[in-house]
């Protein structure tokens, strides 16, 4: 029988968490999500195991479990709208922590990953479950961390960099470094300006165009394109919305059953403006 020799500092102590991420947040990530489901396929393949060892692995596993980490801080917005610097970014980041916790609470490790039957295959948990999981691993490690009395100066005195109004270099060196890139025209453009919403705060902005027009310019076009890619009910409520339509108005104009409908889908159409944002910052 072969033996599988393993360096304690590989990244395959973290390949127990792949199998816990719902497709959901799975998806995001090409290596992770292009890993098999059945682990023996892993283990006896070089070349499966020398991804898993890379350094995109290593990143991806880290943004993907910070993901389900975050949201239980208590924090609003995702963890993108903060710096690198903020306490809450970095603890939603302790990647041995969080894989740890799962372990005690799913009794998950390599060892085991290593010794079920060879063809044996992993569904993807409902994302439902995996939430409530990290819900009682976060609220856990604040207790035995003692990191609550962080999180609460944090709150009452967050970093400036953090939901800045305006533009800022500390915030797009921080940017430009997590995205690779050391184009001059990394930002943020702002859906809360545009459309207006005092349920989620200012969570995007646009550069003031009396200093910034170049940027103002770009920033522009950078929405109308984004917009382009959205259906015509979501360009309508995000136009109504502008017009000063109130949420319960727009729910009664799109037929909408109450309100509560239209702010889901707002939400949705901001993470997703998000996310199209992260792809373009990318670019040079």
């Not at 479950?129 to 604040?142: G, H, N, P, Q, S």
């Not at 035995?144 to 797009?172: G, I």
Request: hydrophobic share 40%; glycine share 4%; with cysteine.
């Amino acid at each position: 029988m072969a033996v599988l020799r393993i360096p304690a500092d590989s990244n395959l102590r973290y390949l127990p968490l792949v199998y816990i991420l719902p497709w959901e947040v799975i998806s995001k990530y090409p290596v992770l999500a292009r890993l098999p489901r059945i682990p023996g396929d892993i283990f006896s393949s070089g070349e499966q195991l020398e991804i898993v060892d890379g350094d995109e692995f290593y990143k991806e596993i880290m943004d993907a479990v910070s993901d389900l980490a975050f949201p239980h801080f208590g924090f609003r917005g995702w963890k993108e709208h903060y710096s690198g610097f903020c306490p809450v970014w970095i603890f939603s980041y302790s990647l041995p922590i969080w894989a740890q916790e799962v372990e005690k609470e799913t009794g998950m490790n390599l060892q085991r990953l290593i010794q079920l039957p060879r063809n044996l295959p992993f569904a993807y948990p409902p994302k439902e479950e995996v939430d409530a999981l990290f819900e009682r691993i976060v609220k856990r490690v604040i207790t035995e961390q003692n990191w609550q009395p962080v999180l609460d100066v944090v709150k009452e005195m967050p970093c400036h960099e953090d939901f800045e109004p305006v533009r800022s270099n500390v915030r797009t060196d921080f940017l430009r470094e997590w995205y690779h890139t050391r184009s001059k025209k990394v930002q943020q453009v702002s859906l809360e300006q545009a459309y207006g919403d005092e349920n989620f705060g200012p969570m995007f902005f646009i550069p003031d165009a009396s200093t910034h027009v170049e940027e103002h310019v770009i920033s522009k076009v950078f929405l109308e394109s984004f917009l382009k890619m959205l259906t015509e009910q979501d360009r309508r409520l995000l136009d109504l919305r502008q017009r000063g339509y109130t949420w319960a108005e727009i729910a009664q104009q799109l037929g909408y059953a109450s309100h509560s409908g239209v702010l889901k889908r707002i939400d949705s159409i901001m993470k997703r403006y998000y996310e199209y944002g992260g792809v373009r910052a990318a670019q040079p």
